[in-house]
Each structure stands twice: as structure tokens, then as C-alpha cells.
């Protein structure tokens, strides 16, 4: 009798496993929406001051390495929030928006961060310290342009702000143009004015890195268009 009262008390096998199974099921059901649009509002605030970062770079050309230590320092961050976002998705089973959508914001206003700090390395390596006009235009074009994908990403949480959402990303869109036509009428002052080859090629590169921050935030733009046009 007291052998069966044993047998009957010892835990059933395998027990602990379902627990720690059902918790992590449990887990994953959870919404998590405010550990996602907080993360895409870190992401954004670090476009902002990457952005900040290169248009002091291009104030005067100088302290070049410094400035590029920084916006190389502030990409680190953006990684390490990207990552956490990516991993937060692939666990967890109900996702405030469309997984894929989620997985492209992330990537898209990652790309901004990273051509940032291309741009930022480009003109330390290439030692740019007579700053163009146009250099500064395009690198006030970019700060503007994050800072309303900032402010766009924002209201990304409350489909309410629809309308002001649109009307930002077109915001985006006129940014993007406006760069395009800076960058062009820059270069062909250079194969008009320029005669140093080197100094052409170096500068031109420049110029369309500069631009190529405008474009992909014009992606962002594009995907956050898209949520909102299927989500209001």
C-alpha cells in the first residue's frame, strides 16, 4: 500500500517540459505592440541624430574623424535595436502589423543608418574639407527628411492619425525629389567647372551618397504608405 501512496506521489515524467512549453506558447500569444512601435521610435530618433551628425560634418570639413567616430557609434546602436526587433518578431505569434511589413520597416530605416555612415566614412576617407554648397543642401535635405520619417513613425501606432501619416510620407516624397534635383544640377557643375579628375570622382561619389539617404527614406516612406492605406 505504502509503495503504490510512493509511486502515485512522484511527479509525472515529462511535466516540467509541458510547463515550460505552455508558458512559452502562452508567452508568444501575448501582445506585444508597444515593445514593437517602440522600437521603430528608437530606430527613428537615431536617423535623426545620424543625420545631425553629418550635417556637422559639413559645416566647415573639419574634426571629419570625430564626426565619423560618432555616426559610426550610432549605427552600432541602430544594429543592435534592428536585431532586437527582428528577433522580437520571430517570437512572437500575434504582431501589431503584417509580419512582413514589420520585417521590411525594421530593414528600411536600417538602410538609412548605414548610408549615413557610408556617406560619413566616405568624407573622412576622401579628406572633404571644402564643403560645396551643395554638400550642405543635400545634407539639410537628409536631416529634414529623417526627422519627418521620425515624426511619421511616430504616429505609426494609431491608425487615427491616417490622414497626417499620408500627408507626411508625401512630405518624404517631395524631400526625395528635391534631393534628386540638387544632386544633378551638382554634378554637372562639376564635369562643367571641375578639372582636377580626382577631385570630380571624389565629389561626385559624395553626391550621390548624400542623395541615396533621401531614396531610402523614400522606401520607408513607400512601406508605411502601404500600412496605412490597408490598416485605415
Not at 3 to 23: C, F, M, T, V, Y
Not at 182 to 201: N, S, T, W, Y
Not at 219 to 232: C, Q, T
Request: hydrophobic letters at 40%.
Amino acid at each position: 500500500m505504502a509503495d503504490r501512496e510512493n509511486r502515485d506521489a512522484r511527479p509525472i515524467p515529462g511535466l516540467r517540459g509541458i510547463e515550460a512549453w505552455s508558458k512559452g506558447m502562452f508567452g508568444r500569444l501575448i501582445p506585444r505592440e508597444a515593445q514593437f512601435f517602440s522600437l521603430f521610435n528608437e530606430q527613428a530618433d537615431l536617423l535623426v541624430q545620424g543625420s545631425r551628425e553629418l550635417c556637422a560634418m559639413l559645416v566647415s570639413g573639419e574634426r571629419l574623424r570625430q564626426h565619423a567616430y560618432n555616426v559610426e557609434s550610432i549605427e552600432k546602436r541602430a544594429d543592435k535595436i534592428a536585431r532586437t526587433g527582428i528577433e522580437l518578431l520571430h517570437t512572437t505569434f500575434i504582431t501589431p502589423l503584417d509580419r512582413d511589413e514589420i520585417h521590411q520597416l525594421i530593414t528600411r530605416m536600417d538602410d538609412i543608418l548605414d548610408i549615413i555612415e557610408d556617406t560619413s566614412q566616405l568624407l573622412f576617407l576622401y579628406d572633404v574639407k571644402d564643403v560645396t554648397t551643395e554638400t550642405r543642401q543635400l545634407a539639410d535635405i537628409n536631416h529634414a527628411c529623417t526627422q519627418k520619417v521620425q515624426s511619421v513613425v511616430a504616429m505609426l501606432s494609431d491608425m487615427k492619425n491616417a490622414t497626417a501619416m499620408l500627408a507626411a510620407c508625401d512630405e518624404i516624397d517631395r524631400y526625395e525629389s528635391e534631393a534628386d534635383h540638387v544632386m544633378r544640377a551638382a554634378i554637372a557643375k562639376l564635369f562643367r567647372d571641375e578639372e582636377d579628375v580626382r577631385q570630380l570622382i571624389k565629389m561626385r561619389t559624395v553626391y550621390e551618397h548624400l542623395e541615396a539617404v533621401t531614396d531610402a527614406c523614400e522606401d520607408v516612406a513607400n512601406i508605411i504608405e502601404g500600412i496605412v492605406l490597408e490598416n485605415s
